[in-house]
């Protein structure tokens, strides 16, 4: 069986992954997913496999498995990172933060200027000693 690799973390929300044989016939695809500590579950049960790169914890290898009444085999482990999703939340970040940044300059501005012209129509009102007029 042969893994393909639909987007990334960065540029999606999912990975899809898509495995596909060559020959056969009446042909069973599945998944098996192990973790990094070992931990090995049989998770789908068709030819594509949408991983959530939000809800997804940890790293994973991923591999298919074609069977039929005749034979099996195995794909080779494919194993991406799934930290590059950090990467888009942290853009969403970067931005919450610019965002907020750019709206502080704009009110300080705007208060300033507000200041400013108050307090020189507010001395037209003054005598040159200080004074109320």
């Not at 005749?70 to 799934?82: C, D, G, I, R």
């Not at 750019?102 to 001395?123: D, E, P, Q």
Request: aromatic share 6%; charged share 15%.
């Amino acid at each position: 069986p042969l893994i393909k690799i639909h987007d990334n973390c960065v540029n999606s929300p999912n990975i899809t992954l898509s495995c596909s044989v060559s020959k056969g016939t009446n042909v069973t695809i599945y998944w098996e997913k192990m973790s990094l500590s070992g931990v090995c579950s049989k998770i789908h049960a068709r030819e594509a496999l949408v991983i959530d790169c939000v809800s997804e914890k940890e790293q994973h290898e991923y591999r298919c498995i074609a069977e039929n009444p005749v034979s099996n085999a195995t794909s080779n482990q494919v194993t991406f990172n799934l930290h590059e999703g950090i990467n888009l939340k942290g853009k969403r970040n970067h931005y919450v933060v610019l965002i907020s940044v750019a709206m502080v300059v704009l009110v300080s501005t705007i208060v300033y200027r507000w200041n400013v012209f108050h307090c020189k129509t507010g001395s037209s009102n003054r005598s040159p000693s200080g004074d109320l007029v």
